[in-house]
């Protein structure tokens, strides 16, 4: 729909990424449909030496920005949901920081470091990478910075509630 309306509304024109996740609890699945050139990354502890070498997956199937040509479908990824997944989501600003100056940022290198030292919620991740971002860029990015962290974690049998926290300029 956001596609098909943006290309309506602008001839073709104008074009966007777009990422979307969905954590479904009914079906136990994490959905990603991506319209972005960037990958979404996957990061779990568990999957080091059984599933991935280190523990990363890149989600980066060639995919099309949403508003230029008919027809455009997103790419859909749904996997189940698994205790201590963190999810990296963002644009073209976050993933080229650094490129002007010849010092491109490593997400998953940050990240490690990040986790080595205690740094585990998903706010506090997104908050270090972005600033680092904005630092490569000598705090003028080149492009639109924008991150979503998502962590799943195991319930606790005191706290099943679930929270979300978004912060938005205004």
């Known amino acids: 729909a956001a596609h ?47 599933t991935t070498p280190d523990g990363w997956q890149y989600l980066n199937e060639p995919s099309e920005a949403i508003g230029i040509h008919a027809r455009t479908r997103p790419i859909a990824t749904e996997l189940p949901l698994q205790p201590d997944l963190l999810a990296f989501i963002f644009t073209d600003g976050i993933w080229t920081a650094g490129e002007r100056s010849g010092q491109r940022i490593s997400l998953p290198l940050l990240v490690q ?34 991150i979503v962290v998502l962590g799943i974690r195991q319930s606790q049998p005191e706290d099943e509630a679930r929270r979300m926290t978004v912060s938005l300029p205004f």
């Open 4 to 50: 098909d309306y943006l290309r309506t509304q602008r001839g073709g024109k104008v074009s966007a990424t777009l990422n979307l996740v969905s954590v479904d609890l009914d079906s136990r699945t994490l959905v990603f449909l991506r319209n972005n050139h960037c990958p979404t990354l996957l990061y779990n502890p568990h999957w080091i030496g059984v």
């Open 113 to 146: 470091e990040a986790l080595g030292s205690g740094v585990t919620k998903p706010k506090d991740l997104a908050d270090l990478l972005l600033a680092r971002a904005i630092e490569l860029d000598q705090g003028r990015p080149v492009d639109d910075m924008s």
